[in-house]
Nanobody, 123 residues
C-alpha cells in the first residue's frame, strides 16, 4: 500500500505563490506517475497536472499552463506543485495521487490518493 501526504497549502493573496508537496510512504512510487487534482466547493474533482514516473513528461490543464509546475524527486518519493500567479479560481482542496499505469489525466485511473490540502486565494 502507498500512503500519500500533502503539505504546503494555505492562504495567499491573488498573484502570490505556493508550493505543495506530497510525500509517499509504505512503498516507493518511483514507478508510478504522480498527479495533482483539485476540488472546489460544490464542484467535481478535476485534473491539474501529472508527471511521468521518470519525470520526462508532464501535462497540465489549460487554465494552469505557464503558472504551475509539477516536479518530482524520486530519491525522496515526493512530488511537488509550484503554483505562481495564483487566482481566486485556484481556490480548492488539492490532492496528489499515484497511478501505476501511464501518466494519465483520468481520475479513476489513479490507484492511491492523499487526504488533500486546502489552498485559498484571496482577491
Amino acid at each position: 500500500q502507498v500512503q500519500l501526504v500533502e503539505s504546503g497549502g494555505g492562504l495567499v493573496q491573488a498573484g502570490g505563490s505556493l508550493t505543495l508537496s506530497c510525500a509517499a510512504s509504505g512503498r516507493t512510487v518511483i514507478s508510478y506517475a504522480l498527479g495533482w487534482f483539485r476540488q472546489a466547493p460544490g464542484k467535481e474533482r478535476e485534473f491539474v497536472a501529472v508527471i511521468s514516473y521518470s519525470g520526462s513528461s508532464t501535462h497540465y490543464r489549460d487554465s494552469v499552463k505557464g503558472r504551475f509546475t509539477i516536479s518530482r524527486d524520486n530519491a525522496k518519493d515526493t512530488v511537488y506543485l509550484q503554483m505562481n500567479s495564483l487566482k481566486s479560481e485556484d481556490t480548492a482542496v488539492y490532492y496528489c495521487a499515484a497511478a501505476s499505469n501511464m501518466a494519465t489525466m483520468v481520475l479513476h485511473e489513479y490507484d492511491y490518493w492523499g487526504q488533500g490540502t486546502q489552498v485559498t486565494v484571496s482577491s
